[in-house]
């Protein structure tokens, strides 16, 4: 079946710094979706993404669908940015297959 | 729209009793999905519905575990002769039928099952 890959799985930064979160993906995908799961289990929406370029406030991502990887981009992060981010793509229009998380701590 | 909701949003049971969940999914959406997330891993699929129709429960853990929507709407995901490997977080999404390849699951806040 189809893997997928996310890098790094732990990532601690500043308040204020960027960071770049990665999802590597073994088959070509109809769908890829990213969320931010907070610290109260629930699952958050960021992207849409199944190939191009999106941005939303301090948050892009880009996926590129020919070489089968996608990746999230934080820009100025925030305390309230921390948790788990999680990469999910889906080959038939059904079941999503997950990555393991990124999970990530913004430090004040 | 109040988005997709789950009920309970907690719950404590002994080993070998039974528990139900409930999912209503939002309003529009014809696709319900049911997942499973242990801690520190990622959410893995169980089964999902279009309207009242099951079309894919391989992937359901055990026999133990059934799921229903029969009037296209809400569903129900029960566990029966519950055991401490049961203890996860279920969570449940929903979408509107593909359109060509393209749709995107929203999720519910889920339930978190406690075995004892």
């Known amino acids: 079946g189809i893997q997928v890959e996310q890098s790094p799985p732990d990532l601690i930064l500043q308040e204020g710094a960027n960071s770049t979160l990665r999802c590597n993906f073994s088959d070509s995908v109809n769908n890829l979706q990213w969320f931010h799961q907070n610290p109260w289990g629930q699952l958050i929406n960021l992207f849409y993404?199944?190939?191009?370029?999106k941005q939303n406030g301090r948050l892009s991502a880009t996926t590129v669908a020919t070489e089968r990887y996608s990746l999230l981009y934080i820009s100025s992060s925030q305390t309230t940015d921390s948790g788990v981010y999680f990469c999910a793509v889906d080959l038939t229009g059904g079941q999503l297959i997950w990555g393991a998380g990124t999970k990530l701590i913004i430090k004040p | 729209d109040t988005g997709v909701s789950q009920d309970p949003r907690h719950k404590i049971t002994k080993r070998g009793q039974n528990v139900t969940f409930r999912c209503d999914p939002i309003?529009?959406?014809?696709?319900l999905y049911w997942y499973r997330q242990t801690l520190g891993q990622g959410p893995e699929f169980l089964t999902y519905?279009?309207?009242?129709?099951?079309?894919?429960k391989s992937r359901l853990l055990s026999d133990r575990f059934s799921a229903e929507r029969p009037k296209g709407s809400f569903s129900t995901l029960e566990i029966q002769r519950t055991e401490q490997g049961d203890s996860a977080m279920y969570l449940c999404?929903?979408?509107?039928?593909?359109?060509?390849?393209?749709?995107?699951?929203?999720f519910g806040p889920g339930t978190r099952l406690t075995v004892l």
């Open positions: 999404a929903s979408s509107l039928e593909p359109l060509g390849t393209g749709y995107e699951q929203f």
């Open positions: 993404i199944p190939s191009g370029t």
């Open positions: 309003s529009e959406h014809n696709r």
């Open positions: 519905f279009q309207n009242e129709a099951q079309l894919e």
